[in-house]
């Protein structure tokens, strides 16, 4: 018998995340009650050696650094120095898209609202090219949201003078929405439901993963 609650088979590479309805906060920091459809994430980043092949075949970009790229000893690194309208190439490359802010942290915190990607236990750092501390993967099986390197949502926030505005209306100083923290960011920034923004942040200290539509199987 069919059931709305089952779990689709994932795609290679990749995790089923079940529908919720949670408060999600947006890129301007605003909690709202956000209905979620079903959707598959990335086990991992995306790392150098993927972002290469979209390179090879012309339908991605190296704008800034294109070093780590291109040398094969870092193929398997996760995937930095690449902008927003970049990660959303790759993601269009293969088929996929960037996630939402609001499914980020759904992946990221579970249908039992962790405070943390693993838990509610304190954070561990983890660095690339491999992120093996005990406390680096969700209960879903989501590997290293928090603490090795920024990602990238598909938002974007408003930013004057460095203040985040009130408002994007008008806007002329847009910066990507990002999540889950850095190495060298403090544990605050781990949290599920944290929600950044790229100004200032080291351009190699942010990488993302990629998410596909989903529905349970009938």
């Not at 995937?79 to 190439?89: S, W």
């Not at 920024?150 to 910066?175: F, P």
């Amino acid at each position: 018998a069919s059931s709305a609650l089952a779990t689709p088979a994932a795609p290679e590479g990749m995790v089923w995340i079940a529908p919720a309805t949670f408060e999600a906060i947006d890129g301007d920091h605003v909690k709202k009650l956000t209905a979620v459809a079903g959707f598959f994430i990335d086990r991992k980043k995306v790392t150098n050696g993927e972002y290469k092949r979209c390179f090879d075949a012309k339908q991605c970009g190296l704008s800034y650094r294109p070093e780590d790229i291109l040398t094969a000893s870092k193929a398997d690194w996760p995937v930095g120095n690449r902008g927003q309208g970049e990660a959303a190439a790759y993601c269009k490359f293969v088929g996929k898209r960037l996630p939402t802010a609001a499914e980020w942290q759904l992946a990221a915190r579970g249908q039992e609202g962790r405070m943390y990607p693993w838990g509610n236990e304190p954070p561990l750092k983890c660095y690339p090219p491999s992120c093996n501390a005990v406390r680096d993967t969700t209960p879903e099986g989501v590997i290293g949201m928090a603490g090795q390197m920024w990602e990238y949502s598909d938002g974007v926030v408003c930013h004057t003078g460095g203040q985040r505005a009130n408002s994007r209306e008008g806007c002329i100083n847009l910066a990507a929405v990002i999540h889950g923290g850095a190495g060298n960011t403090s544990a605050d920034s781990y949290r599920s439901m944290e929600v950044h923004n790229d100004s200032g942040v080291p351009p190699m200290m942010i990488g993302f993963r990629c998410v596909k539509n989903g529905s349970p199987a009938p």
